[in-house]
């Protein structure tokens, strides 16, 4: 879905979009995860693009949906970006050599990211466990109270 093909979007159009605030996307350049702050002088207002909306909008997914820190999300975006250029190299090369080595990249980065996805699954599936033996506590102390 193209967002701001038609009309790059100011800060507050882009975080009423996301269901955000300005805050946050500003928060978000701070640190790095979302380019382009440094692209413009200070106190110049800032449009930006469908890329921009997109970026923001992965952020946001990763970091609810995975429950991923900031850190974790950085390390995510950046081995994607990395996976993005490595994309764009293999386009421009028929060497079996250079795309072997470009294939052999973009596992590494790949690697990366599924080992931060399992990691944060075993986390919630040692939460799972737990409530689960909670839950079962409790089941046992309620029927012992009916007896």
Do not use: F
């Not at 702050?37 to 990763?62: F, N, P, S, W």
């Not at 429950?67 to 764009?88: C, F, I, N, Y």
């Amino acid at each position: 879905m193209s967002t701001t093909e038609a009309k790059p979007l100011r800060i507050g159009e882009v975080a009423d979009l996301l269901g955000t605030t300005p805050r946050t996307i500003r928060y978000y350049e701070e640190i790095g995860l979302l380019p382009g702050a440094t692209d413009r002088e200070q106190g110049k207002h800032r449009c930006y693009t469908d890329a921009d909306v997109d970026r923001v909008r992965e952020i946001m997914r990763l970091r609810d949906l995975l429950g991923l820190s900031l850190e974790e999300v950085s390390a995510l975006l950046e081995a994607e970006d990395a996976r993005a250029q490595l994309r764009r190299e293999i386009q421009q090369t028929e060497d079996p050599a250079e795309i072997k080595r470009i294939l052999e990249q973009a596992l590494g980065h790949i690697a990366n990211q599924l080992e931060l996805v399992r990691r944060r699954r075993r986390e919630l599936e040692q939460l799972e466990t737990e409530l689960v033996s909670k839950r079962r506590a409790v089941h046992k102390r309620l029927s012992e109270l009916e007896e």
